[in-house]
């Protein structure tokens, strides 16, 4: 109706916000569970982008929630992984890059307060451990070439 240029009766707006609300939260949780297939199917970027072209309103509390649990579960997971598995760490920052550009892409305000204080925390080990390394004995006095 709307691509021929007629309105779309209140009723029928009500229902097809409605179940693309609940296809694009059905979605999201497949998200958590199947990050690069769901991803590549690219459904959520097809709902959104249906909702757009029919200025369709869509309930995203749900959604957000789950986005900012997917998020903070691989923050998490990155945590745990520092420091023993590069390639697994890389896959997840990869993720997190991933689904922060995508939930700004979708129109999410997903909250990057813990995911920061995460990172900050995880930066911070690290480059304690790295600095612990190099002056495991204290800083080495020496004197440069000239």
Not at 57 to 69: G, I, Q, V
Request: aromatic letters at 6%; charged letters at 35%.
């Amino acid at each position: 109706m709307s691509r021929e240029g007629l309105e779309i009766p209140f009723e029928i707006r009500v229902a097809a916000e409605v179940t693309l609300s609940d296809r694009l939260f059905q979605e999201i949780k497949e998200l958590n569970r199947d990050f690069k297939g769901t991803i590549e199917r690219r459904k959520i970027d097809e709902i959104v982008e249906e909702a757009r072209e029919h200025g369709y309103h869509l309930r995203k509390e749900k959604s957000l929630l789950a986005l900012n649990r997917i998020l903070m579960e691989r923050m998490d997971a990155l945590q745990k992984t520092k420091g023993s598995d590069l390639s697994r760490q890389a896959e997840l920052a990869e993720e997190v890059l991933t689904l922060l550009n995508l939930t700004n892409k979708w129109d999410f305000e997903i909250s990057l307060e813990e995911a920061q204080n995460s990172m900050s925390q995880i930066l911070g080990e690290c480059v304690g451990d790295l600095e612990k390394c190099w002056w495991e004995n204290g800083p080495q006095s020496y004197s440069l070439p000239i």
